[in-house]
């Protein structure tokens, strides 16, 4: 992995380069006083600092609505729409980057999606370093998410009047290829690097009750408890928390027939655990009916079921569902509930108190 610098007043020029080269550019932008991933066509547009996104960036591999394949009932044809640009997603936090090692992982275990590949190999991640929590819901530290060591293809940590560009891949070399204010890194820019590194770490601080390692049992130790009801009283089902988690990836598939009832589209949406029809079966029998057990399957499923299924976290502490949600659930109360109740079962010393 190398080491280049760019200056703080090359960013836009080298943003306009990769345009010019017809790279679509996606970065997150101002929008009523929040902040969201969109394309950015006028690169003033662009704010590489900003506290977080309202949504995740996984929309642009996993999009909320999409084609997969058109047919026509009567000759029995069908064609695959498989649709990917080169695309350079700029500015992702490294919360979100540990989102998307958990989306690759799940999106080519057993049979590998294709729509899926075909986008991710097709983007070029650009992350930048936290420098201080981006949010109060926020607890990346807890989850081991507040840097990272790979998957970007280029990984900006500012410097103060520079960027210090580390190149994670082939990719990311070719991103920079043509541009001529950047530079290798001396052994002063090294030092430099590290001094900011190490005055990153005390801007964070841990939320959880008990360690990351913990986590699983705790959180699977709670699967009775009576907590998840009180989370189910005041749950308004809405499914916001899932929408703009980056780790969610349930979906819904349906077909979409033209009014001759020959041609039509099988389309892929969004789905949520949250919301009553999810877990509708057949005889109209719902075998997750009680929001209760709802919240209760979406936290194990963030604090335990993935990291058995895939040995990565299904929570990443980015805090976007306690930020979202209209009721005030959120991961750091019911992580900290879980592990107090836990706590009192167990003798002193077996869990972080």
């Keep these: 992995?190398?080491?280049?610098?760019?200056?703080?007043?090359?960013?836009?020029?080298?943003?306009?380069?990769?345009?010019?080269?017809?790279?679509?550019?996606?970065?997150?932008?101002?929008?009523?006083?929040?902040?969201?991933?969109?394309?950015?066509?006028?690169?003033?547009?662009?704010?590489?600092?900003?506290?977080?996104?309202?949504s995740a960036p996984k929309q642009y591999l996993l999009?909320?609505?999409?084609?997969?394949?058109?047919?026509?009932?009567?000759?029995m044809d069908m064609t695959?729409?498989?649709?990917?640009?080169?695309?350079?997603?700029?500015?992702v936090h490294t919360c979100d980057m540990h989102a998307i090692q958990l989306l690759d992982t799940v999106q080519n275990h057993g049979f590998a999606d294709q729509h899926y590949r075909a986008r991710r190999d097709a983007l070029y991640l650009v992350?930048?370093?936290?420098?201080?929590?981006?949010?109060?819901?926020?607890?990346c530290k807890d989850m081991e998410t507040y840097s990272v060591t790979e998957t970007f293809d280029l990984h900006l940590v500012d410097m103060g009047d520079a960027y210090a560009v580390q190149v994670g891949s082939e990719k990311g070399e070719a991103l920079l290829q043509g541009f001529t204010n950047i530079w290798e890194s001396t052994e002063s820019d090294q030092?430099?690097?590290?001094?900011?590194?190490?005055?990153?770490w005390q801007n964070f601080s841990f939320r959880l009750d008990s360690t990351l390692s913990q986590l699983p049992d705790v959180v699977g130790a709670g699967m009775h408890s009576g907590y998840w009801d009180e989370l189910g009283d005041i749950c308004l089902a809405c499914g916001a928390c899932t929408q703009v988690c980056p780790t969610c990836y349930c979906f819904d598939?349906?077909?979409?027939?033209?009014?001759?009832?020959?041609?039509?589209?099988?389309?892929?949406?969004?789905?949520?655990?949250?919301?009553?029809?999810?877990?509708?079966?057949?005889?109209?029998?719902?075998?997750?009916?009680?929001?209760?057990?709802?919240?209760?399957?979406?936290?194990?499923?963030k604090g335990k079921y993935q990291y058995e299924a895939y040995g990565k976290m299904g929570c990443v502490g980015c805090g976007r569902c306690g930020m979202t949600c209209p009721v005030k659930i959120n991961c750091i109360e019911t992580f900290n509930h879980l592990t107090q109740e836990l706590v009192a079962k167990q003798t002193p010393g077996e869990v972080k108190a």
């Excluded at 729409?81 to 700029?90: G, R």
């Excluded at 992350?127 to 607890?139: D, L, M, V, Y």
Aim: glycine fraction near 4%.
């Design 253 to 301: 598939v349906t077909d979409e027939v033209d009014l001759t009832l020959t041609q039509g589209e099988r389309v892929r949406v969004w789905d949520s655990c949250q919301i009553e029809k999810f877990a509708v079966v057949a005889g109209n029998h719902n075998f997750r009916s009680q929001l209760g057990r709802r919240q209760r399957h979406r936290f194990m499923r």
């Design 80 to 91: 695959a729409h498989i649709e990917a640009e080169p695309t350079v997603l700029v500015g």
């Design 191 to 200: 030092q430099r690097l590290n001094e900011v590194m190490a005055d990153k």
């Design 63 to 75: 999009p909320s609505r999409e084609v997969l394949f058109s047919f026509n009932a009567e000759t």
């Design 1 to 54: 992995m190398s080491l280049r610098i760019m200056p703080k007043s090359a960013l836009k020029a080298w943003i306009q380069k990769l345009q010019q080269r017809s790279f679509r550019i996606v970065g997150p932008k101002a929008l009523h006083g929040r902040y969201v991933f969109d394309d950015i066509h006028d690169v003033n547009d662009l704010v590489i600092d900003y506290p977080t996104t309202v």
């Design 127 to 139: 992350s930048i370093e936290c420098q201080k929590p981006c949010s109060a819901q926020c607890f």
